[in-house]
C-alpha cells in the first residue's frame, strides 16, 4: 500500500480543515473511560464513532486502544493523537475526524494495560476480536485446551488471550475492593454477552473460585449486535483523505452511512449512556440478531453465490441485476420476515427496505468473494433456520431452496474447475462437489454434515427441491430459477 508524506492530522490541525469535515470540539485527547481490545477498522468505523458523539456530552469516555498481536494501528494512532477519518461511503459523501482515542498500547505495552485495567475511571472493557478471539469451544463454553487460554491459566502476567487480559483486570479490582468495569463483546457472536460472562467465571474458577463468585454475581456483561459494512482501506481512501482535509491520515477507514449496535439493556449507567449516543437498548437482543442473520446475512449470502454464478463481483453490482435483485427482495419480503417473531420496537419490514438500499449502494464494493466464504459455517443459520420453520409447518419455502441450490452449484463450479473452496471444510466440500449431479452431490453434503444437518437426509422432498435448484443454476437455467 502506497505511503503519503506530509503534515499528519493531530489536534493542531483541526481548525485550519475545510468547513466541510466533522471534528470533535475538544482539543486534547478526553480521559479514559473505556478500554477495547481490538481496534481494528470495524471498531473505529462504529463503535469509536458513537463514543465520539457521547464524547460531545461527557468528556470521560475517552478509548484506551489496546492491540494484543500486533503495534500497527496503535503506532498510526499515536502518531496523530488518536485522530483519524470517518470517510463515510453513501450517496452524499461525508468525511468525520473521530477524536474518541486517547491512550495506544500494543504487545509490549503490559504494565500500562494492567494498570487502565484497575484504575476505577475505566468503567467499560469493549472487545472486537472476531469470533475465534473469545477462544470458545464448538459448544460455546471456554475451551481450556486452547493454546492461549492454557498458557494464561499458569498465571502469566502477560496474557495472550482477551480472556485472560479480561479477568486479570477483574482481579485486580477484586482485590482492591474497586467496583467492576462492565464487560460488553461487539463481536457478531450469538448471545455473546452470556458466552463471554460464562467463559470469564470459568476462567477465573480455575484460579480462584473465590473471584470466579464475584464475576458472576458482580460483573454486567450485556450482549450485543453491531452491524456496519466497513470496506478495508485502500490507497484510494488514502488518496481522498488526503485531497479533503489537506493532511496525511495513516489510521483513516471508510464504510456506510448506516450503523446499528443493540445493547442488551442491564439498566446500567453505561448502557444508558450509549443509548444516549445512539445505540439501542433492548431487552431482546436475539431478535435483533436473528432479524440481521436471516435478512441480511441470508440474502448476502444468496447474493454471493447466486451472484458470482451470474457474473457479478460485488453486492451492488449483483443488485444491479434486476431478476437477481428481485429474487431476493421476494424472498425478505415473502419468506423471511414472515419467520421472525415480532420484537418491541422493531419494524421488520422497515429494517428490510434499509438493507435492500444498503445493498444497493455504489460507494460501497462489497465482495461477493469475500461473502461467499465459509458457507458451510454460515448458511445453516442464515438459510437453514428459515428453511427448517418451514419444513415444521410441512411447507416448501421456494426461494430459500433455490438460493440453497445456487450454493451447491457453486461448489460443483469451484470444484470442476479446480477452485480453492474458501471454508474450515473446503477440502470436504470439494472433494464431496468434484462429480455427479447437484442431487449426488447434495446427498454427500447432508452426509457428511456439510452445510446441511445429516437429518435432513429424512426429507426426500426438500432434498428433491434443492438438488432441482442445484442443477438448474449450475446448467444456467436462470430464467426458471429466478422466475
Known sequence: MMMQDGPRLDYA??????????????????PVGIVHFGPGAFHRAHQAAYVDTLLAEDPSWGIAA???????????????????????????????????????????????THALLADPAV???????????????????????????????????????????????????????????????CDNLADNGAKLHAALIAFAGALDPYLAEWIAGEVRVPGTMVDSITPAADDALYADVLETL??????????????????????DPVCAALGRAGATLTDNVAGYEQAKLRILNGSHSTLAYAGLL????????????????????????????????????????????????????????????QIAA??????????????????AKGEMPAHVVAALGCWVAFLMQRARAGVVIVDPAGAALAAAAA??????????LVAGGLGFAPSLAEDTAVLTAIAGAGDAAFAGNWETLLG
Open 374 to 391: 465459509d458457507g458451510s459455517q454460515k448458511l445453516p443459520y442464515r438459510l437453514g433456520d428459515t428453511l427448517a420453520a418451514y419444513r
Open 66 to 112: 489496546v492491540s494484543l498481536r500486533s503495534a500497527g494501528t496503535v503506532t498510526e494512532l499515536a502518531a496523530q493523537q488518536g485522530l483519524y477519518t470517518l470517510a463515510i461511503r453513501d450517496a452524499e459523501p461525508h468525511h468525520r475526524v473521530i477524536g474518541a482515542h486517547s491512550r495506544f498500547l500494543g504487545p509490549d505495552d503490559s504494565p500500562q
Open 246 to 267: 489537506g493532511v496525511v491520515d495513516r489510521a483513516a477507514v471508510q464504510g456506510e452511512g448506516f450503523a446499528q449496535w443493540v445493547i442488551e439493556d442491564l439498566g
Open 435 to 444: 462429480e455427479g449431479d447437484a442431487g449426488a452431490v447434495l446427498r454427500r
Open 310 to 369: 451470474r457474473g457479478a463481483t460485488s453486492v451492488a453490482e449483483a443488485m444491479q441485476d434486476a431478476a437477481l435483485a428481485g429474487f431476493v427482495e421476494a424472498m425478505i419480503r415473502d419468506e423471511i420476515v414472515p419467520t421472525l417473531p415480532q420484537v418491541a420496537g422493531f419494524d421488520h419490514d422497515a429494517y428490510r427496505a434499509a438493507v435492500l438500499a444498503r445493498f444497493r449502494n455504489p460507494a460501497i464494493v462489497h465482495r461477493l468473494e
Open 13 to 30: 490541525a483541526l481548525d485550519a480543515l475545510p468547513a466541510s469535515v466533522e471534528r470533535p470540539g475538544w482539543r486534547t485527547p478526553p
Open 123 to 185: 468503567r467499560l472493557v469493549t472487545t472486537t476480536v472476531t469470533e475465534k478471539g473469545y477462544c470458545l469451544a464448538a459448544d460455546g463454553t471456554l475451551d481450556v485446551a486452547h493454546p492461549d487460554i492454557a498458557h494464561d491459566l499458569t498465571g502469566t502476567e502477560t496474557p495472550r488471550s482477551v480472556i485472560g487480559w479480561i479477568v486479570a483486570g477483574l482481579g485486580a479490582r477484586h482485590a482492591a475492593g474497586t467496583a467492576p468495569f462492565v464487560v460488553m463483546p
